[in-house]
């Protein structure tokens, strides 16, 4: 059975700081991994995606995550954070092949201050 | 601009009365989920339709059905709500089941159970 950890529930930050948001996972199976954000009161939206090929993956809006298969590990980073980056933050794996089943991680609340 | 809705954002119910939660979608996916996600805990599937074959997660509990009478809609049914059915119901649609797609959600109805 795949599951998906994430193990700070919450991440204080000033703006502009850098932030990471842990997020590992462990599968016995080739995964997809993602990170999904949940602005308040909106449904979740898709940050960003590994699938295969560079480990490392970037999101339109200055995020990135890198996969490490030794470490079972798809951690988010951004080396300056705004305000508007509040929000909370979940990483999620689905096998990879012929299902769209998603296995969330329970979440990390980013907040940003000014 | 192509997205998933979900009616009502917000349901009251009372214990033990049927209630209804409806989605649509304008994105002509062939798949559709319906996921419960209580307070600080991971978006959980209960089940998804591919197409017209429904697929049914296997802790889903049988107090929960669902229907989709076309591609565009899909309705989750709770046949007896208890306390503990509180939560947010979260919508998603994928074009295929791959695996590899993107999920696109829709902004949750939060449930309450008096």
């Known amino acids: 059975a795949q599951s998906v950890t994430q193990l700070d529930s919450q991440v204080p930050v000033f703006e502009e700081a850098p932030v990471e948001l842990r997020c590992n996972y462990s599968?016995?199976?080739?995964?997809?991994l993602f990170w999904y954000v949940q602005y308040p009161n909106q449904g979740l939206q898709l940050l960003l995606k590994?699938?295969?090929?560079?480990?490392l993956v970037e999101s339109i809006n200055g995020f990135e995550a890198e996969f490490n298969k030794s470490q079972t590990s798809f951690h988010l980073r951004k080396p300056s954070v705004h305000i508007s980056d509040t929000a909370e933050y979940f990483c999620?794996?689905?096998?990879?092949?012929?299902?769209?089943?998603?296995?969330f991680g329970t979440g990390t609340r980013l907040q940003v201050f000014p | 601009d192509a997205m998933v809705i979900q009616n009502p954002r917000y349901q009251v119910t009372q214990f033990g009365k049927p209630v209804t939660l409806s989605c649509s979608q304008t994105l002509n996916h062939n798949v559709m989920y319906w996921y419960q996600q209580k307070s600080s805990q991971a978006p959980k599937l209960l089940f998804h339709?591919?197409?017209?074959?429904?697929?049914n997660e296997a802790d889903t509990p049988d107090n929960f059905q669902s229907r989709r009478p076309n591609t565009s809609f899909c309705f989750l049914d709770i046949r007896s709500p208890g306390l503990g059915d509180a939560a947010m119901y979260l919508c998603?649609?994928?074009?295929?089941?791959?695996?590899?797609?993107?999920?696109?959600f829709g902004p949750g109805t939060r449930l309450t159970v008096t």
């Open positions: 339709y591919y197409d017209k074959d429904f697929n």
């Open positions: 998603a649609t994928s074009r295929e089941r791959t695996g590899s797609g993107e999920q696109y």
């Open positions: 599968s016995s199976v080739s995964v997809y």
């Open positions: 999620a794996v689905s096998q990879s092949y012929n299902t769209d089943k998603l296995i």
């Open positions: 590994y699938l295969s090929g560079s480990t």
